[in-house]
């Protein structure tokens, strides 16, 4: 078992930028790769960006260049660095790993990101 506990989110304006953080614990040894979903009112959940225990990143289309996902050694802990925020990156962020040795999905419990004026 993984549990996953997401902080950072909150209210930043159009053009700012925030640091969402995850701490993961359990059987840590056990993940291949963590990563951020995210899900806005009425749409289906989406891949934000994942990074892989050995280093590798994929990122959405809509965050490339403007995100960075990164991790320490031990898969501990994952951050996502989100910068030039827009509003249509408003949604829940979900921290997320995958073991591939059951295979499982483990879930936190979401983080609010809201970005106004």
């Known amino acids: 078992q993984v549990q996953l506990v997401e902080s950072g989110g909150g209210l930043v304006q159009p053009g700012g930028s925030l640091t969402l953080s995850c701490a993961a614990s359990?059987?840590?040894?056990?993940?291949?790769?963590m990563g951020w979903y995210r899900q806005a009112p009425g749409k289906e959940r989406e891949l934000v960006a994942y990074?892989?225990?050995?280093?590798?990143?994929n990122y959405a289309e809509s965050v490339k260049g403007r995100f960075t996902i990164a991790r320490d050694n031990a898969m501990n802990n994952v951050y996502l660095q989100m910068n030039s925020l827009k509003s249509e990156d408003t949604a829940i962020y979900y921290c997320?790993?995958?073991?591939?040795?059951?295979?499982?999905?483990?879930w936190g419990q979401g983080t609010q990101v809201t970005v106004s004026s």
């Open positions: 359990g059987s840590i040894s056990s993940i291949d790769r």
């Open positions: 990074i892989t225990r050995g280093g590798s990143r």
């Open positions: 997320n790993a995958y073991s591939g040795v059951v295979p499982m999905d483990y």
